[in-house]
């Protein structure tokens, strides 16, 4: 136990003092377009021998990418947070801005480059990436070079690019300027007050259940008041991705994705059949909740009701205590990081106005720290998430003195790591409840976690599969986008609901996130995949943790399946290992509806 109190506020001045006012960031963004230039000179000069002789060339250019990357990451990163924390620092969107232009220009020169490497001929390449000086960047390298082929001309390519700052990647900032200034209306002992969505979406942990739908009810009505914007916002942005799927040909929506994810089609596939399969134990999770809250059948504000009348909080400070001591009993590196992550104030929890919905983790690569935002407001699922964000930077971590390049993991294996680490905290959790009222509160909030990434997820990917198809053939209507997303909503959780939320696609950030399409199937298949990883540290116990780490720097340079094959000794596109994974997920789910038989 520690004896100092942990800040809930983070600190960004170590990276730049003054904020967005920072002259310190200026100079920053100043360094970083000029090693994006150089970068562009170095690539355009470039006119590769098709021999050996490329390789020093390519070298150099390399580590113009490390140096452009990470200013750039660093920048990103800085503004991410600026932003999260003061949703009204307008000078931060500004910067935001600049960051995608420069940005733009950076990806515009690494296509390029791309499209160079593609020129070079098979057997020489081989040659190239086998050499001492290039061959632990082998994996990235070939990668790029064969999502090269697939793409369209360099001037092509070049000009999508720029075309990007104001004509995609400025509807993510629409949105994210939109939401900002949304307010829901609540009543707090007896006044009424306007909470941002963020301090707003906590209330439906609520144990009133009149609390949850009077929030709810002017939850919907104020994203209602925003869906005509946020419609034409979803459509110009999805607009915009498909036409370049079109001209590069790309029919299939899951393509850039999975590509993305670095994940086979069949793996997706098989997956969604298990879940979809055993969704009626489910079910039946939902309509004993139903009963224990003495309802015929819940409703979306219900999803997130703690069993029981206990309204008691876990202060930020024990929280903290909880997570360092269980990470503890995995493994000494994991609970010396997230220790040093609360004594230096990485980490944003304070419950605020002006703050931004939902919690993230982020890393700044030439400080080598993380930085995670989060709402504390007292609550298991809070603890949880505070977990989960510290699993993904614990991820940074163990990678941190890998190359750069072999540093770029997708969002599917992220959250195997942010999920591991929260599963770490929630079985614990149970484990040391005081009784069985408490236990069952626990597992309950634990089993919240597994219909979130079951079935609400799965709604979200049905969602976005069918907008995406009907996009095609023209702009779709916000009555239309609501009627989707009911259809996606009632599909995925079997009809068990009595109200639904088909504005959850105005609502929920991820399907306006220009970054990375389809921001939904990653975190099932990072959920269940760690619970394959997380059944193997059980059966190996605190020793496990050195091959956690062995798992954790392959992410980068590795497809899925290599992944799962050479560390979990399973094949990813077979039943077997998701059916395993879910069937965990199932005996949390039988322990509960077993403890409250007679309830």
């Known amino acids: 136990m520690t004896t100092d109190t942990y800040s809930e506020v983070w ?20 360094q970083t377009e000029e090693l994006i230039k150089k970068f562009e000179a170095n690539v355009n000069s470039w006119r590769p021998a098709n021999s050996l002789e490329d390789v020093n060339y390519l070298q150099k250019l390399i580590t113009d990418i490390e140096n452009s990357a990470q200013k750039l990451e660093q920048a990103r990163s800085f503004i991410d947070c600026l932003l999260a924390q003061n949703t009204g620092d307008k000078q931060s969107y500004s910067l935001d801005s600049k960051i995608t232009s420069l940005n733009a220009s950076f990806q515009a020169a690494l296509g390029s480059l791309d499209i160079l490497l593609t020129s070079i001929d098979e057997e020489v390449w081989h040659k190239i990436v086998d050499t001492e000086a290039l061959n632990e960047l082998a994996f990235v390298l070939t990668e790029s070079r064969e999502q090269a082929k697939e793409k369209l001309s360099k001037e092509e390519e070049a000009l999508i690019n720029a075309l990007e700052v104001d004509g995609y990647h400025s509807w993510g900032q629409l949105y994210d300027l939109i939401v900002s200034q949304i307010k829901v209306a609540v009543k707090e002992d007896g006044d009424k007050k306007l909470l941002s969505v963020g301090q707003a979406h906590n209330k439906f942990s ?21 869906a005509e914007f946020l419609a034409k916002t979803l459509n110009h942005l999805s607009g915009f991705r498909l036409s370049v799927y079109e001209k590069r040909g790309w029919e299939d929506v899951l393509k850039e994705p999975l590509s993305i994810n670095r994940m086979e ?70 609970a010396a990081f997230a220790k040093q992550a609360f004594e230096e104030q990485w980490i944003e929890a304070e419950d605020r106005h002006g703050k931004a919905p939902g919690g993230f983790c982020t890393y700044l690569p030439e400080s080598k720290q993380s930085r995670i935002f989060m709402t504390y407001s007292g609550t298991p699922s809070n603890v949880s998430t505070l977990a989960h964000e510290l699993g993904h930077g614990f991820h940074s971590y163990a990678m941190r003195e890998l190359p750069y390049l072999n540093c770029n993991y997708a969002m599917n294996v992220a959250e195997t790591a942010s999920t591991f680490a929260e599963m770490i905290v929630a079985d614990a959790s149970v484990k040391n409840a005081k009784n069985e009222e408490e236990k069952l509160a626990l597992l309950d909030d634990k089993i919240q976690r597994t219909v979130a990434l079951l079935m609400n997820i799965h709604a979200r990917f049905i969602f976005e599969t069918r907008f995406y198809e009907e996009r095609k053939h ?43 399409p389809f921001y939904n199937f990653p975190y099932t298949f990072g959920y269940l995949f760690s619970l394959g990883i997380y059944a193997q540290a059980l059966e190996e116990g605190k020793g496990y943790e050195e091959k956690y780490i062995a798992l954790l720097k392959d992410t980068g340079s590795m497809t899925v399946e290599s992944l799962a094959k050479k560390h979990l000794q399973v094949d990813l596109t077979e039943k077997d290992f998701w059916e395993k994974a879910v069937h965990i997920c199932i005996e949390d789910i039988n322990e509960f509806l077993h403890l409250t038989e007679n309830k």
Request: net charge negative; charged share 30%.
């Open 474 to 516: 023209g702009t779709v209507s916000t009555d239309r986008l609501n009627e989707i997303m009911l259809g996606a909503q009632k599909e995925a959780y079997c009809h068990a609901l009595e109200e639904y939320h088909p504005l959850f696609w105005a609502s929920k950030l991820h399907f306006f996130i220009t970054d990375v």
């Open 11 to 30: 600190n960004l001045d170590v990276f730049f003092p003054g904020g967005s006012r920072s002259a310190e960031f200026q100079e920053h963004l100043r």
């Open 265 to 334: 089609k069949k793996t997706l596939e098989t997956m969604w059949t298990v879940i979809t399969e055993n969704k009626q134990k489910l079910v039946q999770y939902l309509e004993r909740k139903a009963k224990l809250l003495g309802i015929e059948k819940l409703s979306w504000f219900d999803l997130e009701a703690p069993y029981g009348n206990n309204d008691s909080k876990v202060s930020y400070q024990e929280g903290a205590d909880f997570i360092e001591r269980n990470f503890a009993h995995f493994g000494d590196k994991m």
């Open 206 to 226: 609520s144990t009133d259940r009149r609390v949850r739908a009077t929030v709810f009810k002017n939850w919907e009505e104020a994203w209602g008041d925003q």
